[in-house]
């Protein structure tokens, strides 16, 4: 499965962005798809995931605020960021598990950067 990632950018405190991850290659085996993130200095982090069957689950630091939601048709993950802050910013990665490979972060896509100003 090969994932490509798009949406970052700069915004400012208290702005949204939509970050896409569309997925390729052996789609019909894809399971969970998420979002990590990773900032300077610290190790990458869950922030969403929506499994198969849609069900949805958030780090509690973004909850309320980010919404993941997926597109079957397009085999595509979506992460909707509103009311962003600059702890926030960070490179985003998208992951999908797969029904031979069960678990997320096995499959990365090459990661969009956000930057968040205050």
């Known amino acids: 499965v090969q994932l490509q990632a798009s949406g970052g950018g700069l915004v400012q405190a208290g702005g949204s962005l939509r970050l896409s991850c569309a997925a390729s290659?052996?789609?019909?085996?894809?399971?969970?798809m998420g979002w990590y993130r990773q900032a300077p200095g610290k190790q990458r982090e869950l922030v969403a995931t929506v499994t198969r069957g849609g069900a949805t689950n958030y780090a509690d630091s973004v909850k309320g605020r980010f919404t993941i939601s997926r597109d079957y048709a397009k085999y595509t993950v979506y992460l909707q960021m509103n009311s962003l802050k600059p702890e926030d910013a960070a490179v985003y990665y998208c992951?999908?598990?797969?029904?031979?490979?069960?678990?997320?972060?096995?499959?990365w896509g090459q990661g969009t950067l956000v930057t968040v100003s205050s």
């Open positions: 290659g052996s789609i019909f085996t894809i399971r969970d």
């Open positions: 992951s999908v598990s797969t029904s031979l490979v069960p678990t997320l972060g096995n499959y």
